[in-house]
């Protein structure tokens, strides 16, 4: 970058020769934005030292003017002026643009979609219209009161989501996840058959306790379509029942959505490839009662 003291010469090369440089001050001095900063400092600046910084404040001038033509002279930053001793120099500051960028990948970072479409991130629950008798109200107005309850309550209980196929409720709790991100959460979104599809895999690397413990630690957790996965007795219990046990025992928010109601999801939990064992299968049930209370989703299949 030119420094910044060379930026008046420069300006003066690209004019007519007869151009006065005191005329060039006198129009930087007269851009609002100047006038704000003298005025507002008005207690600490001097004749002095207005006049040692009348390069930079042509220089701040001429950059905005081009800023607002859409040429920055660092893309996605804006010159400020500030009172460094007994000068007024220039710094840059991110556009709101460049913040609200950053801001929405910083969001982005913080919901991890764990084989769920990307689609999801723009789900959004200022688009979720229900009216009272909606088979989907329960549900949405859970997940729009869930971002106030958890600022006050970093512990709150998450719920539960059953009904039948596209009534919904992947996209009701999509809609809440990205509303916690933006406020500062952490969420993990995990589509269940796939994970427990994919444990294989992950004992071949050895990464099967890391994921478990990714899962159990994770700020908020949402099991999506929870009931649909094809269990081993390993799966159910070391696995699904150590990650549920544990965010049991720390009051982790976790949430889930399925096909089945509780019930139905108890009698899928005492069914594994191995055996039948309805004993375990209601101690795992249990887990999931404690998290999240059931809410039902009704209404016609909107994938249609």
């Not at 002095?48 to 001429?62: D, P």
């Not at 913040?99 to 913080?110: F, I």
């Not at 928010?253 to 490839?273: I, M, R, V």
């Amino acid at each position: 970058m030119e420094h910044i003291s060379k930026v008046l010469q420069s300006v003066i090369k690209k004019h007519d020769a007869k151009i006065d440089p005191e005329q060039l001050f006198q129009t930087a001095m007269s851009d609002p934005a100047v006038q704000e900063f003298l005025q507002s400092h008005r207690q600490e600046l001097t004749p002095a030292i207005i006049k040692r910084s009348r390069a930079n404040l042509y220089a701040f001038y001429v950059q905005r003017q081009d800023l607002a033509r859409g040429h920055a002279i660092v893309a996605g930053y804006e010159p400020h002026l500030f009172l460094n001793g007994s000068m007024i120099d220039l710094t840059y500051r991110p556009t709101p643009a460049l913040q609200k960028a950053q801001a929405r990948q910083q969001q982005t970072q913080r919901l991890q979609l764990i084989d769920l479409p990307e689609r999801l991130r723009k789900a959004d629950l200022a688009n979720l219209e229900v009216k009272a008798g909606d088979g989907r109200y329960d549900a949405i107005a859970a997940a729009a009161s869930l971002p106030e309850t958890f600022r006050r309550n970093q512990h709150a209980r998450g719920f539960y989501l059953s009904g039948d196929f596209g009534v919904g409720k992947t996209f009701i709790l999509a809609a809440m996840a990205n509303r916690l991100t933006a406020e500062g959460a952490e969420v993990v979104f995990l589509h269940v058959p796939t994970f427990i599809a994919g444990l294989g895999s992950k004992i071949k690397t050895g990464t099967v306790n890391d994921e478990i413990r990714r899962l159990s630690t994770a700020q908020v957790l949402i099991f999506d379509d929870i009931g649909a996965e094809s269990l081993s007795q390993w799966s159910r219990d070391d696995v699904l029942g150590v990650i549920l046990q544990a965010r049991m025992d720390n009051e982790r928010p976790t949430f889930f959505s399925s096909n089945f109601d509780q019930a139905t999801l108890g009698k899928h939990f005492a069914e594994t490839k191995d055996s039948i064992d309805p004993v375990k299968a209601k101690r795992l049930l249990e887990r999931v009662r404690t998290l999240a209370p059931e809410i039902i989703v009704a209404g016609p299949n909107r994938r249609q």
